[in-house]
């Protein structure tokens, strides 16, 4: 049963400065921003670990790399070795990379943040 409102944003809107940085950060980062927008959802979408995006071999080797970016930044520092940060570079701009390591970053956190609250596992933006 959730707790403090009805829906993520009921809770963020008791403190009128965190809706308004939740809003500023959703519209220009993770829903907005340098990268496709899709992109970034299926990053979610694996930090949530949506069994629909667990196997990596389905998507476009760009989406595999991002997938493997978000892999490390969820579970394993480790795994940004040489090799993946070669291939970052190689696929994305230095801006990208920041957008999308903050993207990922933010919604991992949202999504936990949430559950704490007591609201349904999401791999979206709520």
Avoid at 11 to 33: C, N, Q
Wanted: with cysteine; aromatic share 10%.
């Amino acid at each position: 049963m959730p707790r403090l409102g009805a829906t993520p944003d009921d809770v963020r809107a008791r403190v009128p400065a965190a809706l308004a940085s939740w809003e500023f950060m959703r519209d220009r980062v993770l829903e907005g921003g340098l990268l496709e927008p899709g992109l970034k959802r299926l990053c979610f979408r694996f930090v949530a670990q949506d069994d629909d995006v667990m196997d990596f071999a389905k998507f476009t080797p760009r989406e595999q790399l991002a997938l493997r970016w978000a892999q490390a930044i969820a579970w394993d520092a480790d795994l940004a070795d040489d090799e993946l940060w070669a291939a970052l570079h190689a696929e994305y701009s230095e801006p990208e990379l920041v957008e999308l390591g903050c993207a990922i970053g933010f919604a991992m956190g949202q999504q936990h943040w949430e559950r704490t609250l007591g609201f349904a596992a999401h791999a979206g933006i709520s």
